[in-house]
């Protein structure tokens, strides 16, 4: 796979011009018979390779894969992404990241093409097919555990400043931080943490996004409540370089609040605030409830109001009862 991935690299590397195989060959310290190999995986992931007795290898179109080298040629981050790790097929990228996060750089991310474990929030399952971006981040802030909510708004608030950019859609916050376009949820996070009692170890971001899903590969029970970024854009989005660029995003949100605190992440949350007047119920770990949503707290707890009395409500799961 390693190998693969680097005979991918140097393809990518040459742009317009032919590899000799001699150059290959010498550069990933193998045969040519077996760069031969290589260049055969990748034409079989749909990648394709002009071959040339004469010149050499050149690429010629890519499909759209997530594959480390995709990642990685399109990456402007410092330490997002700097480590990728890639799945076309697995669980859950979140228990993946999990086993190794301790170990591994902040900034480790963990990809997969297809989840067949794919967890949600509340103990939800979440729903992941080939086409969408299912990935996980482990981030490890020197703050304490009570600060780590702020932090899951952190990734919504990129996500939802990411599609906006990218795609001109607007995409507004649910709380605490599903992103919804045109009603329709559109992407989650599930944030996992390991702490001790006064710091965190780190961090475990898991965002899903249904990028280029069509509906009908949503199961018939979501169908009314979930949407796709490409059915609301209307054309396939270049995943490799969407998350690119929310990983841009979401350093440079990680960086600012790290160096000047909350203020401005909180700001930005209230304009993307998508619930604010709405008439709400909120299933809590307390039991429901239901009233008019006001935003949220510098602690990013939502304030409800109930029959008028102001409510604070630290976690749960919100659904909007009209539209307005
Ligand atoms: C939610 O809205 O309930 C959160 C959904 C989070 C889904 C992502 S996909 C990548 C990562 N791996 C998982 O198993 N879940 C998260």
Known sequence: VALKEKT????????ASYVSGEELSKRLG?????????????????????????????????????LPAEIKSRLRTRYLGEKVIYFSEVSSTNDELKKIAAQE???TLILAEVQVGGRGRMARKWHSPFGG?????????????????????????AVTKAIREFTGLNAVIKWPNDVLVAGRKVAGILTEMAAE???????????????????????????????????????PIPR????????????????????????????EWR????????????????GKIEGVAQGIDDEGSLIVEVDG??????????SMITSS
Request: zero cysteines.
């Open 271 to 286: 304009e993307y605030d998508g619930t604010r007047g709405r008439r709400v119920q909120i299933e809590t770990p307390e």
């Open 240 to 267: 490799a370089d969407f998350l690119a660029y929310l990983l841009k995003v979401l350093e440079d949100e990680y960086e600012y609040l790290l160096e000047s605190g909350f203020g401005k992440l909180l700001q």
């Open 309 to 318: 009395e102001r409510r604070r409500v630290r976690s749960g799961s919100v």
């Open 197 to 235: 009692a006064d710091r965190i170890d780190y961090l475990v971001f898991g965002i899903g996004i249904n990028l280029n899903l069509k509906l009908a590969d949503l199961p018939v029970s979501l169908r009314k409540e979930a949407g796709s970024l490409m059915a609301e854009y209307g054309a």
């Open 30 to 66: 193998i045969s040519r018979a077996a760069v031969w190999k290589h260049v055969r995986a990748l034409r079989k992931l749909g990648y394709k390779i002009a071959a040339s007795p004469r010149l050499g290898y050149h690429l010629v179109a890519a499909p759209d894969l997530l």
């Open 8 to 15: 991918l690299e140097i393809l990518r590397g040459t742009k």
């Open 105 to 107: 750089p902040e900034g």
């Open 133 to 157: 971006l299912w990935v996980s981040l482990s981030l490890k802030p020197k703050m304490a555990p009570s600060e780590a909510p702020k932090l899951t708004l952190m990734t919504a608030v």
